[in-house]
């Protein structure tokens, strides 16, 4: 649900157009996360699942999907195939025609299945809850293993580097790397570890609706003033103040 107000309202936490206040990377992260909390309280994980498996297999399938095309897509193949086992013993063909919709389904598939088979014959059925253990199993890099050990664990071990992540972090002038894995270093350096799950979520919600890729809203954007890139210039009729996923 989006709330707006009309051109010229005070925009929070912003100062006016055409003025910036940058401080240090760590400064303006923190900054950045305080606004960015305010402006999406609720940070919960958009793919939906029952179980660790389960989210580790829509994690799978969310790459270079969305999340909206997983959630449809997952219900009939969770009820076919509820855990480990199931999606081991499963015939590759039926599960590549269950999730042919999210793109490059026969890779997704097999990288499922062969997952599965690993979690079954070397972690006894359950996904493992390390980060090394996590990166052994087919298909799964960093950032599918961020996701699954902070929203069915509670573990935070990093922050996940998306496309949104990776743009707006460097829009933002937190760091001038291109690689994820490099992206993530810097971030970690930057924000306190509980919060390094919910930065993702909430970044990547802030990129969809506000700092998009080609035509970024600078001039309804709350973290205007702390980016370096923001073009203050650029003003909208109507500017977002609180969104809830």
């Known amino acids: 649900m989006v709330t707006t107000r009309k051109l010229g309202a005070k925009n929070p936490g912003t100062k006016k157009l055409g003025t910036k206040k940058l401080g240090t990377k760590k400064q303006r992260a923190s900054e950045i996360l305080t606004r960015l909390k305010r402006l999406y309280p609720e940070a919960p994980c958009t793919l939906n699942y029952e179980t660790p498996v389960q989210l580790l297999v829509a994690t799978i399938l969310s790459a270079q999907c969305t999340d909206e095309r997983v959630n449809l897509v997952t219900p009939e193949l969770f009820r076919r195939f509820p855990d480990a086992p199931a999606m081991a013993s499963a015939d590759l063909s039926e599960i590549e025609q269950l999730v042919r919709s999210t793109g490059f389904y ?91 799950e919910n930065w993702s979520i909430r970044l990547i919600y802030h990129g969809r609706a506000v700092c998009n890729a080609r035509n970024p809203a600078c001039g309804s954007c709350v973290l205007a003033d702390l980016c370096p890139a923001a073009d203050l210039t650029k003003a909208l009729p109507v500017l977002p103040q609180a969104i809830s996923p």
């Open 106 to 196: 026969r890779n997704k598939a097999k990288n499922i299945q062969a997952a599965c088979r690993m979690i079954v014959s070397e972690f006894g059925g359950e996904v493992p809850q390390s980060m090394d253990e996590l990166l052994k199993l087919p298909g799964v890099a960093r950032k599918t293993a961020n996701v699954v050990l902070a929203h069915a664990y509670g573990i935070h071990a990093g922050v996940t580097v998306d496309t949104h992540v990776k743009r707006l972090s460097q829009r933002l002038g937190l760091t001038k790397e291109a690689d994820p894995i490099r992206i993530e270093r810097d971030l970690i350096k930057l924000l306190p570890q509980p919060d390094w």
